[in-house]
């Protein structure tokens, strides 16, 4: 069985019904990307994930529910997003433009602008992105 001792926590969106589904969407195996702000680990400041990196996954309620490996990181403008990136995401999204109103929706939302400590934050073509893709290791009781 799978240890989660001493693993950093992989979060997904903030608390809450997003968060819910995200978590459910890794766990059917449906979702197996994610993408965040560069300026977002800059502002906290995190180190970008690697590939061959561990860490648990938590739910809205901070309880673990499996561990995930990163397979690969990409840092790129927004603009250069694919479409089997967001396809790969897991939240249903047809085409790269409905991927991207989502994202920009969940940027430009109050939670993200405090993150950056930047209230009229807005992203662009040229934002840098954090696109990642992962797998989940092991699923925990």
Do not use: I
């Amino acid at each position: 069985m799978e240890t989660h001792e001493g693993l950093p926590p992989y979060l997904l969106g903030f608390p809450g019904p997003l968060r819910d589904a995200l978590v459910a969407a890794v766990l059917s195996g449906a979702k197996t990307t994610t993408t965040g702000l560069l300026a977002a680990y800059e502002a906290e400041r995190e180190p970008l994930p690697a590939a061959g990196d561990r860490a648990v996954l938590l739910d809205s309620d901070e309880r673990p529910v499996a561990v995930v490996e990163v397979a690969e990181v990409r840092v790129l403008p927004l603009a250069d997003v694919d479409l089997r990136h967001a396809l790969d995401e897991g939240e249903g999204y047809a085409s790269v433009a409905e991927w991207r109103a989502s994202h920009e929706r969940f940027w430009h939302g109050e939670e993200t602008r405090t993150v950056l400590g930047d209230p009229e934050f807005t992203v662009g073509d040229g934002t840098l992105v954090v696109a990642e893709r992962f797998r989940v290791v092991s699923r925990l009781p």
